[in-house]
């Protein structure tokens, strides 16, 4: 037989047999709500054990530096589907008008579905822009927040009622979706879990766990905020203060001295329980992957939609642009494309990558308007290039006034340096050398040893605000008063 009779043949329908890693990979993205990067084993946490998440940090590539740009939920998640910047996809805080993807906002599951893959959605969305229309053949999310317990879902648009405990059935449904799926086509699925955001319900099998134990404070827990800018000192995130759905078994009408530890112990022990439940769910979904020989052709990525405060400061939530905020777990797994087993200690990854390094690998171009909002890391992936993929990155956030009044903020960090910018009057700046002081102990941005490089991060800063666009309106405007105390509000964010 001729090159030309071979063509043919396999023109008409021969089977053509492709090595691995000639086929097009599978994408499984996984995310889990409010998990900071050192709440797993395998990043060095002594007292929650998560098997599972290590298992997959063994077989692909564990970032250390991995981050999120606006460390806020709904905005993560939109970056996690546009590979953009917040202010870019339009999801700037989690309510109201800007808690909506921007029309004509493009997702990586759009590219991935138009390209011919089978692509699915399931879990907690959290975005008020439904599913449909974004790129999924199949979509089964739970409704806002959801509930804990025998959680409503939506599938495809209309409610099902289900029964059990919220990320069991999540993994049921990711269990689901893949068996169910059509086996002719590679696919995507994000599988995203709930339970680590408040109010921290564990599942009964792990209620009791940790209750003997004395989990060790931060150095930092009993420093206070006096030295920081108004608009960190006027935030409402300090453990001691926290709502009572919060800080269950703690009596009530304790003296702060007195409650701030204690509700420390509770929450501490609730947040590991329920990360307990998620990593079950992560191993069942790798057990499938093993089972039907998936592994070695599937991109596993495995992160955080934001960090958080474990009572740095005395403080628990998000938002602001310290380091237990900004940092994420950051897991990467494809047998068929890269050595495995590795810790990446030296390139700054971030969550608007993801959907970069995903249709790099899936062989999609991607379109002009995501540029300079994320990259690939194909080359730290592969080892191609000894450069780092990055000197510097961007953080946002919008949510004020708003729960936990958290100031408007942008910032820039390198591997050693980092500023921060409050952008409403009365306007500040922070600038920490996290070598020197990597608990964030003292801002020198007035400090003139540190002229060089605070001169250096502003004119950073300013560049990364115009080549991604962002708005300045807000700038230089006055912040209103925060009236959104935590005592007064709802467990929405
Ligand atoms: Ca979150």
């Given at each position: 037989m001729n090159r030309r009779t071979a063509i043919g043949a396999i023109a008409a329908g021969f089977p053509a047999i492709l090595k691995p890693q000639n086929r097009r990979p599978n994408v499984i993205f996984m995310m889990t709500d409010d998990?900071?990067?050192?709440?797993?084993s395998c990043a060095g946490?002594?007292?929650?054990?998560?098997p599972n998440m290590d298992r997959l940090a063994a077989g692909g590539v564990r970032f250390t530096e991995g981050f999120v740009t606006n460390p806020l939920c709904s905005p993560s998640r939109g970056t996690i589907l546009t590979g953009l910047h917040t202010h870019a996809h339009?999801?700037?805080?989690?309510?109201?008008?800007?808690h909506q993807l921007k029309p004509g906002v493009v997702t990586y599951p759009q590219m991935l579905q138009k390209a011919g893959y089978y692509s699915a959605m399931v879990g907690k969305?959290?975005?008020?822009?439904?599913?449909?229309?974004?790129?999924?053949?199949h979509w089964c999310i739970l409704?806002?927040?959801?509930?804990?317990?025998d959680p409503q879902m939506i599938a495809n648009g209309g409610r099902i009622q289900l029964r059990g405990y919220v990320d069991d059935i999540i993994g049921d449904q990711a269990l689901e979706t893949l068996r169910s799926r059509p086996k002719d086509k590679p696919f995507s699925m994000i599988c995203n879990f709930k339970?680590?955001?408040?109010?921290?319900e564990p599942p009964q099998r792990y209620?009791?766990?940790?209750?003997d134990m004395v989990i060790p404070e931060p150095?930092?827990?009993?420093?206070?905020?006096?030295?920081?800018?108004q608009g960190i000192r006027n935030t409402d995130m300090q453990i001691a203060d926290m709502p009572d759905f919060a800080r269950r078994g703690v009596p009530p009408g304790l003296p702060k001295e007195l409650r701030k530890p204690l509700n420390y112990q509770v929450f501490l022990k609730n947040y590991y329980r329920v990360l307990m439940g998620v990593d079950d769910n992560v191993g069942r979904v790798l057990d499938y992957l093993d089972e039907e020989r998936l592994t070695e052709n599937t991109i596993f990525i495995y992160t955080g939609d934001n960090g958080f405060f474990l009572?740095?400061?005395?403080m628990f939530d998000k938002r602001l642009m310290y380091e237990p905020s900004i940092r994420v777990p950051m897991l990467a797994r494809y047998p068929g494309g890269w050595k495995g087993g590795r810790v990446d200690s030296r390139n700054m990854v971030l969550n608007n990558d993801v959907a970069h390094t995903i249709l790099d690998y899936c062989g999609i171009e991607r379109p002009g308007?995501?540029?300079?909002?994320g990259l690939s890391w194909r080359p730290a992936l592969d080892g191609?290039?000894?450069?780092?993929?990055?000197?510097s990155w961007m953080y946002e956030y919008f949510e004020?006034?708003?729960?936990?009044c958290a100031p408007i903020g942008r910032g820039v960090r390198t591997s050693r340096y980092k500023l921060i910018h409050y952008?409403?009057?009365p306007q500040a700046h922070e600038f920490f050398d996290l070598e020197k002081d990597p608990e964030e102990r003292?801002?020198?941005?007035?400090?003139p040893s540190y002229k060089t490089e605070v001169a250096a991060l502003t004119k950073d800063l300013e560049r990364w605000r115009d080549i991604t666009g962002d708005?300045?309106?807000?700038?230089n405007t006055t912040a209103p008063p925060c009236g959104n105390r935590m005592g007064q509000r709802q467990a929405r964010n």
């Open positions: 998990q900071r990067n050192d709440a797993m946490n002594k007292i929650l054990k998560t339009g999801v700037t805080t989690n309510g109201g008008r800007s969305w959290h975005i008020a822009t439904l599913p449909a229309g974004l790129g999924f053949d409704p806002g927040q959801g509930l804990y317990h339970a680590p955001h408040r109010a921290w209620e009791k766990v940790f209750e150095p930092t827990f009993h420093v206070d905020l006096s030295n920081r800018p009572g740095e400061y005395g308007h995501m540029q300079h909002h191609s290039s000894a450069a780092p993929l990055r000197e004020y006034p708003g729960p936990h952008v409403q009057q003292r801002s020198v941005y007035d400090d708005d300045r309106s807000q700038d």
